[in-house]
């Protein structure tokens, strides 16, 4: 009888250690999956994206996108970078300047690059305008960096400025080529 007492708590114990081990492993993975969130738009689709982590989806052909964090980052679709930002921020994401290549490459070929700042919905408006103006200057300083002349930069006030979308969604500068 004792024998069996003995198998039945090993057999307990080995079921109770395997179920542990298979939380921690799945905890782990959850983990280092989202360091690794990013997710590249298709080369096909001839799309470059760099998101900041907890971010939900990329655009790719004609999907929407989602921005469910409140860390800086950047899209590109197409001839248009989406640079988003923390609230309360004008830091730009990494990432930048390899994001900003298409509007190099289009204002070299003769094109004006137009950016444009928006906000969120949230605070004082007056101070979220001037917190979207700051945020369209940083990203202009990131063209003029890469050797963009201020000639052919234009700042546009949006006739809305207030975004529509999440929070962290609105909280964006657009980058166009005209």
């Known amino acids: 009888m004792s024998t069996q007492n003995d198998e039945s708590h090993g057999l ?28 590249a738009a298709p080369a096909a689709a001839a799309q470059a994206a760099v998101m900041p982590p907890a971010t939900a989806t990329v655009a790719a052909a004609g999907a929407t996108e989602t921005v469910a964090s409140d860390a800086a980052g950047v899209q590109v679709q197409g001839e248009v970078v989406k640079f988003f930002f923390a609230s309360g921020k004008t830091d730009l994401a990494a990432g930048a300047p390899d994001a900003l290549g298409v509007i190099v490459k289009g204002v070299a070929a003769g094109r004006k690059a137009v950016i444009s700042g928006y906000h969120d919905a949230t605070g004082d408006a007056a101070q979220n305008e001037e917190l979207a ?22 700042l546009r006030k949006p006739e809305v400025g207030t975004a529509s979308g999440s929070n962290a969604e609105a909280r964006r500068v657009e980058v166009t080529l005209e």
């Open 12 to 39: 307990v114990l080995g079921v109770v250690f395997g179920l542990i081990v298979l939380v921690i492993s799945l905890i782990f993975g959850l983990v280092l999956g989202r360091g690794a969130g990013r997710v």
């Open 133 to 154: 103006k700051q945020r369209a200057l940083a990203v202009k300083g990131a063209l003029v960096a890469l050797g963009i002349g201020e000639d052919k930069i234009e």
